[in-house]
């Protein structure tokens, strides 16, 4: 087939097109695909094929497994009076004996009471509805807070508060308690309000 030289031809007129009567030389045939229909078939008889092939395999199997069923049992084991287990002994523990003799002293120094009170502060606010929020949260562990109005040079401030307390270890007790519901903000201060 010759080649044509389609940029040296030029556009040609701008009239209207001509008819052209020429048959296209050679046409290609494109491949068809089997359509779904012939897959969807091919893809059920090799399901069926399985399928089959899967039940003869578990037929002859089946008779295989009688077979061993079947065959040779070993006696029973008896068993001797010999080799049976002997019996557990009894076993004495002396610690059991021993200690309710001992007695642990322990010395413990007495705690002093201090002239100090203590207060835990959780929290410093500029709008009362917060304040009121954590006294609320604060309440529900079985503590009981307060809300103190304090102003300073940047303003009026809520602060919530727990005390006043005996000892330093109630404030720690309080404050351990607070941060399991995540209240992470309390400070120790010695009371002086």
Known sequence: ?????YV???RGSQGPKKKNNKQPARQTRQKKSPGPAKSTRLVAGVVAFLVVGFIWFLWSI????????DGPVAPPVSVKKEDALPEMPEEEWEYIKSLPGYEVEVEVAKQEKSDKLYLLQCGSFRTRSQAEEMKAKIA???LEAQIRDSTGTNGNWFRVILG?????RDAERAKHTLRKINITTCIILTWSL
């Open 1 to 5: 087939m010759a080649q044509r030289d």
């Open 8 to 10: 040296s031809r030029g």
């Open 62 to 69: 089946k008779d295989n497994a009688q077979d061993n069923i």
């Open 140 to 142: 529900f562990q079985g």
């Open 164 to 168: 006043p307390l005996q000892t330093k």
